[in-house]
């Protein structure tokens, strides 16, 4: 019988219980929302957790059952215990996929497992954004099309301070001007590391069927890990 | 229902008509060889070809219906139509992965395909061959351990006059002083490519268990083509 | 005494020829535009070659005394002999930098040495270019800035089905709403390879300031073969 | 006037105190014995700094004054002020370009840069490593010749886990049967990084004048930091 795909949606949580034009948009938390659309793939088993949580939500037997992690934070990154940042960076070391989204570029987890300070430019405002697909024959990219828009999006600009990634599948475009390289995947360790720039909180981004189709493919692909599948071979 | 990979052994299938100590290791062709322990794991669909067939046994339909191809050639490499090495590389653009053994790195094919010369030194004589791997989580690694030693092998030595390769998953130490990056991928288009260094016709590698799993896990990494995948998504 | 970097600029020359608007911004040709601010810097020794001469310019020994060879091409890429390609190939191998214009992108030398066939999206429209510096650090973004503006350019859009480059340096932004690599390098045998996407032949883009800073700090990275300095060392 | 480019080479300088054998290859420590042949070169302002000095011997005022940081460390990785880790770190995102050596792949300031556990096989014993050079294209290469010999060296093994470099530049063979990515780059920042295995504390590897050579050549490639030179452009 095969193994369902574990993915724990990890949402710092705040803005939702702060700012009314978040919850307007996220009643019950971008993580709930981002499980949702997982669960309703009916390919993984999903569960959440969140900062406010013993451990952050991050005990060590959630962790050593996940086979992808999805981090979104914003306000708190300094709240992350550094130990639990650490216990992430192990796991991802031992082949537990990550998935960083948007203003999660300045997490711990993220700064410590790229080497580098993970600064950009930003504007929050209204551009719109045009995601290109530049590598369409990548897994993350399986029908994404040519390009998909996002109404209202905040702007993320380049120069974005990551090592070069090992692959490149988007380039965002902003009405206002700028670009970013909005879709990029570095390894660490046996682990597989995919950031994806959209989801500012203010917008319904994680209601977007593109946007969710990325994700749901960047869960499968960082679920790619070999270890699980060597017992049998 | 799903589909099976469909691959194409490609051999040159000089070696063996002509040198007794080839056909002595490999009675009916390398190709058949490498057929045949990729048609036991009952995963593939798998057809073989050969240099002089008509259309060098790479017809339209042949290639259309191939989702990797298989390449080993040494001796007659001007031999292959141009026209066919053009076909070839127009099908690895759609997405058709393409393995290149041993002294297939001379080919038209791959040559054209990685815009360099291709060299390396060599030396023909019984070095060991310890292939190390030095990227473990690599689906193309899975199962092979730290290392695997071929008793018997011909020297290949660095510089590789390749593009750097989008991974590097094996190394290769030979018991003569020389290195080699002997497992490389690269992108071309929408096709996935690897070279698999070992494989001289003397001696008995492609039976070599691990090497045949090596070459089992790349094609199943070659075939992960999108566009087969997303008229269902 | 120290060796002046020796600069060959290729201009196919047609357009200049037949097109009014086009000889009414270069009427010598752009390959002369290209020549002059490079002679200006009183750095270089600069020849220009072009396409309708014998051996399209580019005899062997003017290949041999050229570090740097610049292409622009468009119209007649079918034109320019098999052999040339050849033996310009062979001299990038060698250690012979080579910095490919614009439209050069479907030239035979740059195909053949991508590997892949090297075609984009284009609108032949008066766009805005926006040119992000994503590489600041880059000896050939040097002086550059933040981003640069070309006020009109042809658009060319991703994806650009080129390998993925060594380096990303420049990420290009239109004003009708396409992303663009504008600035990529390869290493091909000893040779850098650097791309650079702007110069539409109706506008003055080799006359912008910036334009010329980036083509003469590529002569400058390019020209960084070692096979000339290990001599003396 | 140009500016000499400005070297800090720091030494651990514990074995060199407490093992006899180190003291008797080293007398005046490492860190004096690399300091003392890139003064020889004429080309270069060296300073020397250690771990037991204040500040590690890493006042701001020292590493603002170094274009490039040379370490060299083993048993008292632990014993590095992390506030002076963090300082390097900024240092060199500022620009200033890091070589590690050897056992110094375990240091903090090389571990937080990479974002991996920088671990590897080892086996201290007589072996001989030969130094493959797979890039002689790229200036660190330059003057080494194909290949060379260090008699004896401590044997380092793969995987080494390290992010994919962005250069691998050198491929050490090792009499016992593994191979190791002796020579690799990458960028963090404005600053550039190279690892360099050999320098086992009890072999006269830093007398051997290939790895000087390699050494020079390095300082020279991560000292082209373009902040400096861009308020003369």
Redesign the interface.
Known sequence: MSHKTCVTVWGENRHEKTNPAVTAVYPDGMHQTIAYFLRATGEFTVQTATLDQPENGLSRPVLAASDVLIWWGHLAHEEVDDAIAERIKSRV?E?MGLIVLHSGHHSKIFK??????CSLKWREANDTE?I????????I???VG?SFDLAQEEMY?????V??P???IF????SG???F?SGCT???????VFFFRPGHETFPTYKHQVAQRVIINAVKWAA????S??AD?
């Not at 600009?157 to 301070?161: A, N």
């Not at 380039?171 to 902003?174: A, E, G, N, R």
């Not at 570095?186 to 597989?192: C, E, L, T």
């Not at 790619?224 to 270890?227: A, D, H, K, S």
């Open positions: 070391f082949g410590s497992l790229m080497g580098t300070s045009r290109w697909n530049i590598l369409p024959s990548h897994p990219a399986s029908g040519e600009g380049e120069p974005f301070e090592p070069p090992d692959e490149l380039i965002s475009w902003f001007g700028e670009v390289r570095w390894r660490r360790g046996r682990g597989r790619q890990n070999p270890l599948t060597t071979s």
